[in-house]
Nanobody, 121 residues
Framework: VQLQASGGGLVQAGGSLRLSCAAS????????MGWFRQAPGREREFVAA????????YTADSVKGRFTISRDDAKNSIYLQMNNLKPEDTAVYYC???????????????WGQGTLVTVSS
């Protein structure tokens, strides 16, 4: 599985961005998918995850109520809608795929290349 993330950029605090991640395999719908982020000098952290059938999703407490994960199996893609962005959301965002719910980096089998999100104050 190859993952291609896009949609990052520079935005002012309070603004919105929508990240996309396209997968290369036709069996995409069997994978649990998610987003992680890594800020400079910090460890990669969980942001959001969605199950293979799309029935369940999970978000980190730090982004709950502001970020929403979704998937479109017809397009082999997942999305991360980010609203009310804060400077502390600045990081490289990575999409991820695995056979189980991707709540930690340790269970991720595939990583996208990352897309930079910068939130200015």
């Amino acid at each position: 599985v190859q993952l291609q993330a896009s949609g990052g950029g520079l935005v002012q605090a309070g603004g919105s961005l929508r990240l996309s991640c396209a997968a290369s395999r036709r069996t995409f719908d069997s994978y649990n998918m998610g987003w992680f982020r890594q800020a400079p000098g910090r460890e990669r952290e969980f942001v959001a995850a969605i199950t293979g059938n799309g029935d369940n999703s999970y978000t980190a407490d730090s982004v709950k109520g502001r970020f929403t994960i979704s998937r479109d199996d017809a397009k082999n893609s997942i999305y991360l809608q980010m609203n009310n962005l804060k400077p502390e959301d600045t990081a490289v965002y990575y999409c991820a795929a695995g056979p189980s719910v991707v709540l930690t980096p340790q269970v991720v089998d595939y990583w996208g290349q990352g897309t930079l999100v910068t939130v200015s104050s």
